[in-house]
């Protein structure tokens, strides 16, 4: 499995910025599903963008036009602009990683939570009022 380790949480204020990454010990090029997840205490653990390839994406319906995920292969890294920032995307967020399978790619939603098996330890992203 490959490991992942998240960066870039903090805390800003409302409207405010932030980009977090995910650097994995392996190659993420296409072998590999990618997604930001985030959780607030009680809740479940919520998807917030996937990337396959080089260019496929997809958002939650609600974060779609705030946050953008993209990916630098030579880097092995997975990011996560976000931006117009409010208090309700306060959460630790996580990164994740899936190989992928030909099944898997006519299958997996992409942003459930249970569909990927390689998890960052999380970072804090906290927005104030």
């Known amino acids: 499995q490959v490991q992942l380790v998240e960066s870039g949480g903090g805390s800003v204020q409302a409207g405010g910025s932030l980009n977090l990454s995910c650097t994995a010990t392996?190659?993420?090029?296409?072998?590999?599903?990618m997604g930001w997840f985030r959780q607030v205490p009680g809740k479940e653990r919520e998807g917030v963008a996937a990337m396959e390839g080089d260019s496929w994406t997809k958002y939650a319906d609600s974060l779609r036009g705030r946050f953008t995920v993209s990916k630098d292969n030579t880097k092995n890294t997975l990011f996560l602009h976000m931006n117009r920032l409010t208090p309700d995307d306060t959460a630790v967020y996580y990164c994740?990683?899936?190989?992928?399978?030909?099944?898997?790619?006519?299958?997996?939603?992409?942003?459930?939570?249970?569909?990927?098996?390689?998890w960052g330890q999380g970072i804090q992203v906290t927005v104030s009022s």
């Open positions: 994740a990683a899936e190989p992928r399978s030909a099944r898997k790619i006519l299958t997996m939603d992409r942003l459930q939570a249970n569909e990927y098996s390689s």
């Open positions: 392996g190659n993420i090029d296409d072998r590999y599903f």
